[in-house]
């Protein structure tokens, strides 16, 4: 598939060839994450339309929302111009930040500090255990 083939994994970690994976809601363009993906990882998620990533601390592809349920469906994928950012358009269950809101991106910058923004909508405490 072209997508693997121009894909840019060019970011070492851990001996690992990676690139950027964005996750975005697909209807509203919210930024829901952004993780790290590997050549197998962005080949599983082509294969089964659910996103896979790579976990740099646990040195292994995941299957967004193996734990949690929380999964993400594609509906579309981009790839930037110099190959090394996957923009993944999803369909979210529930949310994709394993503090238990919608997006990760729950606080903003205000002054020299952060305001949370975002609404918890599950304790992390009771779906990873």
């Known amino acids: 598939?072209?997508?693997?083939?121009?894909?840019?994994?060019?970011?070492k970690i851990g001996g690992?060839?990676?690139a950027i994976g964005i996750a975005q809601d697909h209807l509203n363009k919210e930024v829901l994450m952004?993780?790290?993906?590997?050549?197998e990882a962005l080949a599983k998620t082509i294969e089964t339309g659910k996103v896979h990533y790579y976990s740099?601390?646990?040195?292994?592809?995941?299957l967004k929302g193996e734990e949690s349920g929380h999964q993400q469906t594609v509906k579309d994928i981009f790839l930037d111009c110099d190959g090394?950012?996957?923009?993944?358009q999803v369909e979210q269950v529930k949310?994709?930040?394993?503090?238990?809101?919608r997006s990760c991106f729950y606080r903003r910058a205000v002054g020299?500090?952060?305001?949370?923004?975002?609404?918890?909508?599950f304790?992390?405490?009771?779906?990873y255990k």
């Open 1 to 11: 598939m072209e997508l693997l083939e121009k894909a840019n994994f060019r970011i």
């Open 16 to 18: 690992e060839d990676l």
């Open 34 to 39: 952004v993780a790290f993906v590997n050549r």
């Open 56 to 62: 740099t601390s646990r040195k292994k592809v995941w």
């Open 84 to 88: 090394d950012a996957i923009l993944f």
């Open 95 to 101: 949310a994709a930040c394993h503090e238990g809101y």
């Open 112 to 121: 020299d500090g952060l305001r949370v923004v975002g609404e918890r909508i």
């Open 123 to 127: 304790d992390p405490k009771e779906v």
